[in-house]
T-cell receptor, first 107, second 112 residues
């Protein structure tokens, strides 16, 4: 079993829909990261969380440390949000990555 | 520079040759990570540096792979006697201690 599990693996949405991507992990962590990777592009850090909730524009990330679970929400989704979204956890030092969620937002 | 810089951006090499990949982290970042991403696959951890020492080398796939970091800054990942299965995008990231990680654009390695 992977230490970081994401769901769904693939997600297709219509423009304007509310999107949720989930991440569950099995190790103790000091922080959790949400990353975005566009096709052929580099990786961009969206959020780093150790507790609670963070919001940046249309993106919201939450984490429940007790349940070892985090969610990334996208409100009013747009085709430019199409990318791979990756959850990563930091136990000590290194980052451990989930396999990513491929999101396609159709106009 | 303003971000993590990796060079070369693309490298095509013949099977059996050695290659060196370079990462220039953001100035002052103590942690440096090497990952690789094979076509259609997720990110695979290779090695992690804290300063010049590597407390976690567990991801290096074989003894053909090695990495060093000097002066708490530049890091070099060396792959000896390259094989076709080494073809991947090699990503470097750096961060201040226990904070957000910043990724380079990667080096696309193709072994022919």
């Amino acid at each position: 079993k992977n230490e970081v599990e994401q769901s769904p693996q693939n997600l297709t949405a219509q423009e304007g829909e509310f999107i949720t991507i989930n991440c569950s992990y099995s190790v103790g962590i000091s922080a959790l990261h949400w990353l975005q990777q566009h096709p052929g592009g580099g990786i961009v850090s969206l959020f780093m969380l150790s507790s609670g909730k963070k919001k940046h524009g249309r993106l919201i990330a939450t984490i429940n440390i007790q349940e070892k679970h985090s969610s990334l929400h996208i409100t009013a989704s747009h085709p430019r949000d199409s990318a791979v979204y990756i959850c990563a956890v930091r136990p000590q030092g290194k980052l451990i990555f989930g396999t990513g969620t491929l999101l396609a937002v159709q106009p | 520079g303003a971000g993590v810089s990796q060079s070369p951006s693309n490298k095509v090499t013949e099977k059996g040759k050695d290659v060196e990949l370079r990462c220039d982290p953001i100035s002052g970042h103590t942690a440096l990570y090497w990952y690789r991403q094979s076509l259609g696959q997720g990110l695979e951890f290779l090695i992690y540096f804290q300063g010049n020492s590597a407390p976690d080398k567990s991801g290096l796939p074989s003894d053909r792979f090695s990495a060093e970091r000097t002066g708490g800054s530049v890091s070099t990942l060396t792959i000896q006697r390259t094989q076709q299965e080494d073809s991947a995008v090699y990503l470097c990231a750096s961060s201040p201690q226990n904070t957000e990680a910043f990724f380079g654009q990667g080096t696309r390695l193709t072994v022919v």
